[in-house]
């Protein structure tokens, strides 16, 4: 994990009752071009929150900071 991971404030389009949307999270914060392409690379397996693989688009009881990895694109989300 780089030191210089930059922090990225949560969307709140990404905010749902269910919890937090990743594929829209991804494409606010700059880790994806649009929502389409988060889909992909979640499906893809290139998607990790916390250290851990990514394999739904909701994330129903996120931790209060999230640490995401898109291949060799870091961002610190802090709820």
């Avoid at 780089?2 to 990225?8: K, L, Q, R």
């Avoid at 949307?21 to 071009?33: Q, S």
């Avoid at 690379?41 to 739904?56: H, L, P, S, T």
């Amino acid at each position: 994990m780089p030191d210089d991971i930059a922090d990225a404030p949560l969307p709140e389009e990404a905010r749902t009752p269910a919890g937090i949307r990743v594929d829209k999270l991804l494409a606010k914060i700059g880790l994806a071009p649009s929502v389409t392409e988060a889909v992909r690379r979640i499906k893809a397996g290139a998607v990790e929150i916390n250290g851990e693989k990514v394999r739904d688009l909701v994330l129903p009881d996120p931790p209060a900071e999230l640490v995401i990895q898109v291949g060799k694109n870091w961002r610190r989300v802090r709820l």
